[in-house]
């Protein structure tokens, strides 16, 4: 089993950054695959970028890639999503999920942290 717990979410005006983090413990040399998520109100969650654990190989969703940043330190069982140019919008639960496989199906992730708060304001 792996726990994922996420942190660095809060309150931040637009135009800003965030950095949020994903703590990873349990058998964490097993995982193959590390996501980030967000669910904004009245809407589905979405995928945002992914990173495998091994070569570090990253995905992001249409329109994310130059403004968020996935990136993990496996020293630290940590990985992470460096957000700029926040907007209201992106106002959404952020989640970090992680798998064993290399890039799963978005939405058949095995482990899942609670996700954490962002708040954009314009």
């Known amino acids: 089993q792996v726990q994922l717990s996420e942190s660095g979410g809060g309150l931040v005006q637009a135009g800003g950054s965030l950095r949020l983090s994903c703590a990873a413990s349990?058998?964490?040399?097993?995982?193959?695959?590390m996501a980030w998520f967000r669910q904004a109100p009245g809407k589905e969650r979405a995928f945002l970028a992914s990173?495998?654990?091994?070569?570090?190989?990253?995905a992001y969703a249409e329109g994310m890639k130059g403004r968020f940043l996935i990136d993990r330190d496996n020293a630290k069982n940590t990985f992470y999503l460096q957000m700029n140019g926040l907007r209201p919008e992106d106002t959404a639960v952020y989640s970090c999920?992680?798998?064993?496989?290399?890039?799963?199906?978005?939405?058949?992730?095995?482990?899942w942290g609670r996700g954490t708060q962002v708040t954009v304001s314009s």
């Open positions: 990173i495998t654990r091994n070569e570090g190989g990253t």
């Open positions: 999920a992680a798998d064993r496989r290399i890039r799963p199906p978005h939405f058949d992730y095995e482990y």
């Open positions: 349990g058998f964490t040399d097993s995982l193959g695959t």
